[in-house]
């Protein structure tokens, strides 16, 4: 199998799974889960926006899912045992709830909300403020009107592009990426 890296041209078209940063660094989760667990985690949270499609909502309008442990097992590649202990694991730190059903019918699954640390928080929007959209609306309240919009400014003016003159340029080849300058000088 070669391989073959991404050119800088190319877009980048992949569906991802979302993994909540915190995760990794609130002290409530980072030591309590492991890779696997986190992953899943991603995984349920994935799934669970397709049970709010779906319109799987109990009684008491909480959103549950369906995820085997053999789906998880064939997902990740984890044997029954590992699919078992991230189930465990995300149990424990009180990220899902499993709802026993009986009678060889899979488990309803609840995800759970990460509780949030308020000074982790902090030291991630400080560092990552750049991919944290924050509402601008009551920033954007008080601020006063521009008024460079043509169509405002030049009410009035008929015909305000006839002062402009029409620019010609010669050969802009050259600007092309793969121009050859040695080609022109021949032609010269």
């Not at 109990?58 to 189930?87: H, P, W, Y």
């Not at 990552?128 to 309240?141: A, G, L, N």
Request: proline share 2%.
């Amino acid at each position: 199998m070669e391989f073959i890296p991404y050119k800088a041209h190319e877009c980048f078209e992949h569906l991802y799974y979302q993994i909540p940063m915190e995760l990794f660094f609130n002290k409530k989760y980072r030591d309590k889960l492991n890779s696997d667990s986190k992953i899943l985690y991603g995984f349920l949270l994935n799934r669970l926006t397709l049970s709010a499609k779906n319109n799987w909502i109990d009684e008491d309008g909480n959103v549950f899912l369906i995820f085997t442990r053999k789906e998880v097992q064939t997902m990740l590649n984890l044997s029954d045992k590992t699919a078992t202990k991230a189930f465990k694991q995300l149990n424990e730190c009180r990220l899902i709830h499993e709802k026993k059903r009986g009678a060889n019918k899979p488990n309803l699954i609840y995800v759970g909300k990460i509780e949030h640390d308020e000074e982790l928080t902090k030291v991630i929007r400080k560092n990552y403020e750049s991919r944290i959209v924050k509402s601008t609306t009551q920033d954007t309240e008080n601020l006063r009107p521009n008024y460079n919009n043509n169509n405002y400014n030049n009410r009035g003016k008929k015909n305000s592009y006839q002062n402009y003159e029409q620019r010609h340029y010669d050969n802009l080849d050259f600007l092309y990426a793969n121009y050859n300058f040695e080609d022109k000088d021949e032609m010269e």
